[in-house]
């Protein structure tokens, strides 16, 4: 298995105002765009061509990694006119795939964070004979996600809708959003039209008697799509909680990158990330928290669990937590922004203008 296809065309609207100039798999975590960790850990796993399946904003990804050569890899691009779905993705790119007939390609999705053993997947579908391989993982509350029960040997039975009662939770296991297809397999995808694999090509695969292996691995994953998800994922890649050889430093509480500023007696803990010519200033306190490039935060500030856009500017003595601050936003002094607020790209909040309690 040397090729890859890797969705990355979705527009990553639950994840505004962090998506509003950048794609979501370009959006920094640990210090470098998303789709890095992921590029890489295919690199480790054996992998040498990847097509990605271009959408959004297209035009930013190849500026950034050209070839791939940089990565060790061969990278092409492939752009949709119209969006296709997950199905119709795949099947756009086939013409540039080079493998044969029956030989595997893996395929995954741009926005999930996985410490999938990548290698077992591929051995699990030759073994096993398998037209497709799933990753699957186990999840406490499944309500949220469609159900792939299989049998004793891992072949999957069924793609169940996302349950609405107690009775339908037949399994804590969900489709984890990577998988190997036989090369023959994505070329019997409808072409030219959205096909969603979830709901459309794995259920007529079944019905077809075509054989769906699951393979369960329950080691960290984690779906970004929401901005507290993307602030986590980035702190765990930075404590190590999740592997990528990608992290542009030692893993540990705090990775400042190179031209950033952070004043002496700062306090940066819980996986915080500074990024390239931002400044964090005298007194300032953030916690498991990404600062993007060029952003300040000034003196006394206080940062917990938050995404701070590029460019953007924290003012003195603000309190933040569960906050997501877009690109170029200013938030003026003695604010206090909680419970999940978004503050849209350029904004401009003056001085001691929102709280969440009454203190003064």
């Not at 090729?3 to 470098?32: S, W």
């Amino acid at each position: 298995m040397t090729e890859a296809i890797l969705l990355v065309g979705g527009k990553g609207t639950r994840l505004r105002p962090l998506t509003v100039n950048t794609p979501k798999p370009m959006v920094r975590a640990a210090g470098v765009p998303f789709l890095t960790h992921q590029l890489a850990r295919a690199k480790a796993a054996g992998v040498e061509h990847i097509v990605l399946a271009t959408s959004y904003l297209a035009e930013v990804f190849e500026p950034y990694f050209g070839d791939g050569s940089a990565l060790g890899l061969h990278l092409e691009y492939v752009t949709e006119e119209e969006p296709l779905g997950t199905g119709g993705a795949i099947r756009n790119v086939a013409s540039r795939l080079h493998s044969g007939p029956d030989e595997p390609v893996l395929i995954f999705n741009g926005d999930i964070l996985t410490g999938l053993d990548i290698g077992a997947l591929v051995r699990t579908h030759e073994t096993t004979g398998a037209d497709v391989s799933l990753h699957l993982t186990q999840v406490t509350d499944p309500r949220a996600y469609g159900l792939v029960p299989t049998d004793d040997t891992g072949r999957v039975l069924a793609f169940l809708e996302k349950p609405q009662t107690p009775e339908e939770i037949v399994t804590d296991q969900i489709n984890a959003g990577a998988y190997v297809f036989r090369r023959s397999v994505i070329d019997t995808i409808p072409a030219g039209r959205p096909v969603s694999v979830e709901r459309e090509t794995f259920p007529e695969l079944l019905a077809t008697g075509a054989h769906l292996q699951g393979m369960v691995d329950s080691t960290y994953w984690l779906d970004l799509g929401t901005p507290a998800a993307f602030v986590r994922g980035s702190a765990d890649l930075v404590l190590g909680r999740a592997p990528s050889p990608a992290v542009p430093g030692r893993c540990g509480d705090r990775l400042v990158l190179p031209t950033a500023q952070v004043a002496p007696d700062a306090k940066l803990t819980g996986g915080t990330v500074v990024g390239e010519g931002a400044l964090v200033a005298e007194g300032a306190r953030v916690f498991g928290s990404t600062i993007l490039p060029g952003a300040v935060i000034e003196p006394g500030a206080v940062i917990t669990d938050s995404l701070i856009g590029t460019r953007a500017r924290v003012g003195t003595r603000s309190v933040l937590a569960d906050t997501v601050i877009g690109d170029g936003a200013v938030i003026g002094a003695d604010n206090e922004l909680r419970s999940g607020a978004r503050i849209w790209c350029d904004a401009h909040i003056p001085p001691a203008s929102l709280r969440f309690s009454p203190d003064t």
